[in-house]
Nanobody, 121 residues
């Protein structure tokens, strides 16, 4: 079984920083040549939205949602099946549950359980 486990969420004030970590475990072949690995977020009553992540098609691209460009940085360690999301200059509108997401080479999708990020004064 493949598991994605997020950590690093919490409460911070506007302008603060948090660093989220997602560690993947299980069938190591699932993490080889994946199509996508990254972060989504969701607020109550809304669909999950793509925040940032790595697409491997067409030579590979790193995607950032317009709302977080210049403030968030996604990084990865392929050997450890780990990705991070460094979030700086956080705003109240960044408050959400953040989910780690993986689409394997054979297009199976996996989700973590999420970690709550709350930005409030």
């Amino acid at each position: 079984q493949v598991q994605l486990v997020e950590s690093g969420g919490g409460l911070t004030q506007p302008g603060g920083s948090l660093r989220l970590t997602c560690v993947g475990s299980g069938n190591t072949f699932t993490f080889k040549g994946y199509n996508f690995m990254g972060w989504y977020r969701q607020t109550p009553g809304n669909e999950r939205e793509l925040v940032a992540g790595f697409f491997t098609a067409n030579g590979g691209t790193t995607h950032y949602a317009d709302s977080i460009k210049g403030r968030f940085t996604v990084s990865r360690d392929g050997a450890r099946n780990t990705i991070w999301l460094q979030m700086d200059n956080l705003k109240s509108e960044d408050t959400a549950v953040y989910f780690c997401h993986l689409i394997s080479a054979n297009k199976r999708e996996f989700w973590g359980r999420g970690t709550q990020v709350t930005v409030s004064s």
